[in-house]
Nanobody, 116 residues
Framework: QEQLVESGGGLVHPGGSLRLSCAGS????????ITWYRQAPGKEREQVVL????????TYADSVKGRFTVSRDNVKNTGYLHMNILKPEDTAVYYC?????????WGQGTQVTVSS
């Protein structure tokens, strides 16, 4: 069964850092780009990063540019979202999916809360 599982969220103070993981199973993640999304309470899901390692281009939403970066561990079939200089407005549930041919069943996501 093809699946993506997010992890690594938590509570962090403003200015802090977190690393989120997106672990794939049932398929080879390096064959795809990874899209990272987040959904804050009362808001629609928004794309924050397209990790286009496979297509030679990674794009970041303006709201996270310069603070978030991505990496991969192809041995572990996992992608990572490195979040730095976190702000309260980064508080959301973070999800990942593959691109193209995104999985219909989304993972549970991982909660990130930025608060003092």
């Amino acid at each position: 069964q093809e699946q993506l599982v997010e992890s690594g969220g938590g509570l962090v103070h403003p200015g802090g850092s977190l690393r989120l993981s997106c672990a794939g199973s049932g398929f080879t993640l390096r064959d795809y780009a990874i899209t990272w999304y987040r959904q804050a309470p009362g808001k629609e899901r928004e794309q924050v990063v397209l990790d286009g390692e496979t297509i030679g281009s990674t794009t970041y939403a303006d709201s996270v540019k310069g603070r978030f970066t991505v990496s991969r561990d192809n041995v572990k079939n996992t992608g990572y979202l490195h979040m730095n200089i976190l702000k309260p407005e980064d508080t959301a549930v973070y999800y990942c999916n593959r691109f193209p041919d995104p999985l219909k069943d989304w993972g549970q996501g991982t909660q990130v809360t930025v608060s003092s």
